[in-house]
């Protein structure tokens, strides 16, 4: 190791490269590119998997949404273009039937309906829910509580709005929790005000009420509009998408093959697809940046042999003065990692400068693109060590060379 901190092979490596200025800038903006290309593409792709993330944000991914539609296939005596409803008995023959699968099954209701407040008034829409929803798209809630399950059962007339609604209704600086307003005329009490999502939102700004409130109020009997299903981990999403379409086409005798009758979301479908997407990037990342990087290496492999060719004289002086082959060999390997060291760490340094830019301009805002772009540490520094060992590795090629030159053969090189 004495040989690093020789002054004589640090003002060789100097005088080297000083020689070749032009030659050496272009072998390090080769090997800098690479590292930064890899830098800024695995920055992007964490950025958009931010985004993506933030998107769906406290929504249960693994979710399924399934509402009924008009037939398009006569089955059993019924014509074409038959509308139904879904009822609660399929409620219970699902949790029944997929126990296993299920995890979580809420059943909706939905209206649009005036809502007021003293003078103030305003249309929006009235959800009866039960108080698993809560646990399917998570409600941030900034004032009080969300719905429970005595609510359910005492079937009360409470509320909880969204924070626009508050906003409409409400005096500012007025505590709504306690206060009543009045939906189709009946009074409801404000248990709770929450702040709607800026990503995902199925309801937009809604006044959720107690299922069995609202089957009260309405008059809605066992009918239900439309339900969210959340599957147990492990399980297969896509499938038990396909068993439960099917074991509700068979209640409501609708025919196996019919495609229009119920309409469904698969968020889990949905989310694979992009998940697919994300990891082809990286992928595609991580290839063109290692294949760059590489590319820049072998620059500076050929680099080092021209420069190995133009110093032969000087090389072959050295062995007759005593220089073991060890010694030159130790330089030229220096000299590469060297180059390649300088190189990677600008190429992270500007790659890094890059992304914050990419920040800046793209990431700030509801609407944000790439959310906060970045890449782990250790990543960067395993990149780093892979840049030096190459450099150290392809290094070897022209010190081997520069040891087998005789010195006699190098004096009369002209």
Request: aromatic residues 10%; charged residues 20%; proline residues 3%.
């Amino acid at each position: 190791m004495r040989f690093l901190f020789d002054s004589d092979t640090w003002q060789e490596i100097y005088g080297s490269i000083r020689k070749n200025k032009v030659r050496t800038g272009i072998t390090i903006i080769g090997v800098l590119w690479g590292i930064f290309l890899l830098v800024v593409l695995l920055g992007a792709a964490r950025g958009m998997e931010n985004g993506f993330k933030k998107l769906f944000g406290d929504f249960a991914t693994n979710s399924v949404f399934v509402w009924t539609q008009a037939t398009d296939t006569p089955f059993k005596g019924f014509q074409k273009g038959r509308r139904f409803t879904l009822n609660t008995n399929d409620i219970e023959v699902l949790k029944s039937q997929y126990s296993k699968e299920i995890k979580l099954l809420a059943p909706r209701n939905q209206t649009n309906n005036l809502i007021t407040h003293n003078f103030k008034s305003g249309s929006f829409k009235v959800s009866g829910d039960y108080p698993i929803l809560d646990q399917i798209q998570k409600k941030k809630l900034i004032y009080g509580r969300f719905l429970n399950e005595n609510d359910i059962l005492s079937t009360a007339k409470v509320t909880v709005i969204s924070e626009d609604m508050y906003k409409q209704l409400f005096n500012k600086g007025t505590m709504p929790i306690g206060e009543y307003i009045k939906i189709n005329a009946i009074n409801y009490k404000v248990i709770g005000v929450y702040e709607p999502s800026s990503t995902i939102n199925f309801d937009g700004d809604c006044a959720y009420i107690p299922f069995s409130t609202f089957k009260k109020v309405y008059n809605t009997a066992n009918k239900i509009d439309w339900m969210m299903i959340t599957a147990n981990e492990g399980t297969d999403i896509a499938q038990m998408e396909s068993d439960i379409l099917l074991t509700l086409k068979s209640l409501h005798k609708v025919h196996p093959e019919d495609k229009r009758a119920f309409g469904s979301v698969n968020l889990g479908k949905e989310i694979g697809k992009v998940t697919g997407f994300l990891t082809g990037m990286q992928f595609l990342t991580w290839f063109v940046g290692i294949a760059t990087l590489i590319a820049g290496v072998f620059a500076i492999g050929n680099i080092l042999l021209i420069t190995v060719k133009e110093r032969t004289k000087e090389i072959g002086i050295r062995r007759a003065l005593g220089a073991t082959p060890k010694s030159i060999k130790q330089q030229i390997i220096l000299e590469s990692v060297f180059l390649t060291t300088i190189a990677g760490m600008l190429g992270i340094v500007f790659g890094g400068l890059t992304l914050f830019i990419i920040d800046l301009k793209f990431g700030q805002g509801v609407d944000a693109a790439l959310v906060n772009p970045t890449v782990n540490i250790p990543i960067i520094l395993i990149a780093l060590v892979v840049l030096i060992i190459l450099g150290t590795l392809i290094g070897l090629i022209p010190a081997h060379m520069a040891t087998v030159i005789k010195p006699i053969e190098a004096l009369r090189e002209e």
